[in-house]
């Protein structure tokens, strides 16, 4: 990869909620065109993390800077303007309305007229594959057409970095195998994404960087092969001292022991 | 979903209609009706751009209400303006005094409740200075001197007020039609809906929800100045008491918040029962007042969508497009 400016910098955040430092001393860079991942196991900060990236959340310390601008605890509003959007893990449909006009929401961000907002809607569902329910309720969709409404709705403010949140989460291995061309179209479509995911497995294929976040801090980075054989990440996922056992075990005779790592 | 067309169409059926009761009728009693119905729809109409459509909640819109009837008073008696002149200054005035409360609430971030509270409070504030100061005549009130004439907008007949009502009626239907075809509206309904997932593609929720007090305080504020110029009498009880407020959300709750035709079937069915309790009760006061209460206590319990969401529900169920929409996660 070539050492081009970062899209999105993460420079020494530090957020604590009372005595829990929910994350401490995180710094990441975000390279422009890919599609990188953030794991780790429940509880590690990294819906956090994505707050204070988006706005929501005000950092105690540290820097976001977004394509060389810097900010650090800016309203997500503005951020969503400026081409940054997040999803939400615990989706957010505007229940009452359909898809189509919940998806016009995010286009009207730079369509002022309502024709071409919901036309924009349209295409979007097309897209993410939400074409024929475009007129359903938004309460009525099931959990993978939450998950993808949660989705066209970000990709209707047409954001040059995406943050998702958990988009793969509590669907079936069918929905998922659904869901993962959909993100990798949209990557290819020139939107750098960067994704939380709790499912291992599921980004190993997909994510060109990870990160592994646990108890708040980065324990780990690289590729996906980097990442699930580094011990600090086996141990995170299934406990201390198995990175220890899993070797022994190795040095023995089974053949790879870094598939464990996809089993959390 | 209509089309803008389509509640063009329908405002100006409605406004063709109605304009033309006076027309066909002269009997006091259908004229009074039909004037006193048309100034209920217009304050539940007023209500419902900011709790229907904005999903925020005001117990004090007399606040607006009484600000708009005293600029109104005041502007013709102490500074010898023309009504019609001083209308759009009422409804400025209104207008003003919403955006110092709608930015001080949403600023602070209230909503549901406390925006409900601190709306009645300041209501009661208005009414209480109200009662003090002595350009607003204090507690006596003020009496605007009767000079009949239509420039001077005061009619020999029930018609012209009629009309002129309507067309604050129409001016608060267009604004609601506005809002359903327009970026703003989609904006403020996404904000009504939940505001976590508005503000996460782009809406700035401080901006959507000030801009639709100040609609609501304008129109609200016409109200007032329309009274005024009706009854040629105001007081603080009156002006910024707990009625008018009432009245306008029950009228747009009970007819479907959030809907275009809600209030004005709301509003319209609850001047009927009121006029008919009223008949059958005698003029015992405050007898609307119950009922109103009852009827939104049945309506919240059994048609949370209001009168407006009988005929939605039913068109859905023929549909089969399954159970009507639970509204699943509830904004908070």
Known sequence: MSTGQALLDIRQLHKSFGGLKAVQDVSLQVMPGQLSALIGPNGAGKTTLFALMSGFLRPDRGQVVFDGQDITAQAPERNARLGLTRTFQIVQPFAAQTVRENIAVGAHLHLASRAQALAQAEAVAQQVGLAPQLDKLAGELTVAGRKRLELARALATRPRLLLLDEVLAGLNPQEIAEMIPVVQGIVRSGVTVLMIEHVMQAVMGLASQVWVLAQGQLIAQGTPAEVTSHPAVVEAYLGHGTAERLRQRAAGAAPHATGAGAAA | ?332
């Open chain 2, 1 to 332: 979903m209509s089309t803008p067309r389509h509640d063009l169409l329908r405002i100006a059926l409605f406004v063709l209609a109605v304009g033309l009761v006076p027309v066909f009728s002269n009997s006091g009693v259908v004229l009074n009706f039909t004037m006193t119905a048309l100034y209920a729809c217009l304050i539940a109409q007023a209500w419902n751009i900011l709790g229907g459509y904005g999903g925020q909640f005001s117990f004090g819109h007399a606040l607006f209400f009484g600000t708009g009837a005293y600029a109104h008073a005041i502007a013709q008696m102490q500074w010898g303006l023309n009504p019609w002149l001083s209308l759009p200054l009422a409804m400025g005035m209104a207008l003003a005094v919403g955006a110092c409360v709608g930015a001080a609430s949403f600023r602070y971030g209230l909503k549901g409740s406390y925006f409900a509270l601190v709306t009645l409070a300041f209501a009661e504030v208005f009414r209480i200075v109200a009662t003090s100061v002595p350009f607003t005549g204090a507690g006596v009130g003020l009496m605007l001197p009767l000079r009949e004439s239509a420039a001077n907008m005061q009619f020999a007949s029930r018609a012209g007020y009629v009309w002129l009502v309507l067309g604050l009626v129409t001016l608060a239907l267009l604004v609601t039609a506005w809002l359903r075809h327009s970026r703003f509206g989609a904006c403020l309904q996404a904000v009504r809906d939940n505001e976590d997932a508005a503000r996460a593609v782009g809406v700035d929720p401080l901006r959507v929800k000030l801009l639709a007090t100040l609609l609501s305080a304008a129109l609200m504020g016409a109200a007032g100045a329309f009274y005024v110029q009706v009854f040629q009498y105001i007081d603080p009880g009156i002006a910024y008491g707990p009625h008018t407020s009432v009245e306008a959300l029950v009228g747009a709750i009970v007819g479907g918040m959030g809907t275009l035709w809600g209030p004005v079937l709301g509003a319209l069915g609850l001047h009927l029962l009121a006029d008919l309790t009223r008949n059958l009760f005698g003029q015992l006061p405050g007898i609307n007042m119950v009922i109103y209460g009852a009827v939104l206590v049945l309506i919240v319990m059994f048609l949370p969508r209001g009168i407006a969401g009988l005929g939605q529900f039913t068109w859905r169920q023929g549909l089969g497009s399954g159970r009507p929409p639970s509204g699943g996660k509830e904004p908070s």
